[in-house]
């Protein structure tokens, strides 16, 4: 394994962890540099192909999930590992379905999903777009929404306008 940082070639495992039923995330350190970083060792799985609302196809990339979810979270106190475990367990759900082709919607509705109980304000930028919200009410009753679950959840009386 090369170093990202020295490009020194040598390194040692520091750490392994199964990080889902796919993949084993492990921790290295470079013998060169002695900086740290993590590689994943996945099975290479059958492509998954994301239908697009519009008819096209094209195929699942965990890095564009990644990044949109980044959009989302910026500046908001989640770390890189629940974004990472985030990205797996969408893929982990989509893999499971046993389908190769998933519909767009599908991913965008799992990302809510996740982003809800991860953080409301992700939840609520990732909602603006992907619901494509047109005006400052749409926003709002979002968030409404998103107050009232909120409080269910927690099992507070919650009354309906």
């Known amino acids: 394994m090369v170093c990202p940082f ?3 070639c040598d ?8 990080s889902d039923a796919v993949s084993t995330r492990r921790r290295r350190e470079c013998l060169g540099c002695h900086q740290r970083f993590t590689t994943y060792e996945r099975v ?5 192909v994301v239908t697009k609302h519009d008819g096209r196809t094209e195929s699942f990339n965990p890095e ?3 990044k949109g979810i980044a959009l989302a979270i910026a500046k908001r106190p989640v770390t890189g590992d629940q974004v990472d475990r985030t990205v797996e ?10 389908r190769r082709e998933v519909p767009a919607g599908l991913i965008g509705a799992l990302v809510m999903e996740k982003l809800k109980a991860l953080d409301h304000v992700a939840y609520i930028r ?3 777009v992907y619901r ?13 929404e998103l107050l009232r679950s909120h409080r269910e959840a927690r ?4 009354e309906h306008s």
């Open 6 to 8: 020295c490009e020194h």
């Open 11 to 18: 390194t040692k495992v520091v750490d392994k962890r199964e």
């Open 44 to 48: 290479e799985q059958p492509d998954l």
């Open 64 to 66: 564009k999930l990644r």
């Open 89 to 98: 367990e969408i893929e982990a759900e989509l893999r499971s379905a046993k």
């Open 126 to 128: 990732f909602a603006s």
């Open 132 to 144: 494509d919200f047109t005006s400052a009410s749409s926003f709002q009753d979002e968030v409404k």
């Open 155 to 158: 099992g507070d009386k919650v």
